[in-house]
């Protein structure tokens, strides 16, 4: 393995990680919000989000911080409770210099800006604050519908919140969902000149329980709208991430039923999964790969061998030597069935 690949645990631990970051921040913002006895129990159960990270660092030999270990100092001082064992104390901030005052400017609403906080809304281009805006903000800087951009802010951390518990986080997207289509149906019906960040969580919450046909659709109106993602890939690109998905879930279904037919109508769908532009050669090596497994289970081994060259191609550093061995093996004897 390279120096640059990553084990599999190590995926895995940076996704949970990215999640408890999620998590901290939500419940940080609710400690004035709760009571004592909350906070104690809110702490139990950070203390206990915490012993899972460390297990997972620890496996795969990872030594950072846990994200979570700001949040349960506060939950602790909060709760008026000491901090618990195996969490270090919060470190004491050396003093630091004053700084000059930032001067004030009165904004025509009267509110003086300038010296507060640099992370707070001031209502300007963008919908305002919430908007993300900002590397501490869910939503990247843009022009984003300020309803619309406030639920993001307010809500997704909830939803996160649950990351956890694999059935309460997909009851919390389902809720998510329901709650806020009507919202997102009112913007198609007439859309804004501001886009809705609706569109990805929708898009993502769908794929995520498995709604993949709902989940296409709200991309291709994204699409059609020519809305802004408020993640990294574009709606290009988490469109071929669920189309990908849900070629993966028939090809599963055709292995499973043994459907010949069923085989021979994916080739389309891996075709336009492999000629879409808006993807790069890694994602299509997973396709590949896909296909490869689908036709060698099926008994084409022909098929999966030039596929699983295609992988080799398309990312070298992905390994299919197993497979390919398998294929060429079901191969020798089908050639030497036929000399005989």
Known sequence: ????????????????????????????????????????????????????????????????????????????????????????????????????????????????TGGGNPQAGDGKPGGGQPQGGGEDGLLPKGDWLKAHAEIIEREIPEVKAHGAVPENYASAKRAFIDRHSAALDEYVAKPAKKSSPLFTYFAMFLSDLGELNE??????????????????????????????????????????????????????????????????????????????????????ADIARENLLQVKFLNPERGVETLLAKAEAALGKTEKGTSE
């Open 1 to 112: 393995m390279s120096a640059t690949q990553k084990t599999l645990e190590q995926v895995e631990l940076e996704s949970f990680e990215g999640g408890l970051k999620q998590i901290a921040a939500y419940e940080s913002g609710q400690i004035k919000h709760r009571t004592l006895p909350q906070n104690a129990a809110q702490m139990a159960e950070m203390v206990r989000l915490h012993g899972i990270f460390r297990e997972k660092a620890d496996a795969c030999g990872h030594k950072g911080a846990s994200p979570l270990v700001r949040v349960i100092q506060e939950l602790a001082e909060a709760a008026g409770l000491p901090v618990p064992e195996g969490i270090p104390a919060a470190p004491t901030a050396p003093a630091a210099p004053t700084a000059p005052a930032a001067p004030t400017e009165t904004t025509p609403g009267g509110t003086a």
């Open 215 to 300: 989940s296409v659709a709200v991309c291709e109106k994204a699409i059609e709208l020519r809305q802004q993602s408020a993640i990294k890939r574009d709606f290009h690109a988490i469109l071929f991430d669920v189309k990908k998905t849900a070629f993966e879930r028939d090809c599963e279904a055709a292995v499973v039923s043994g459907n010949t037919d069923e085989f021979e109508r994916l080739k389309t769908k891996r075709d336009a999964l492999m000629n879409d532009p808006f993807r790069g050669n890694h994602a299509k090596a997973d396709v590949a790969h896909t296909w490869a497994s689908t036709a060698l289970a099926m008994g084409r």
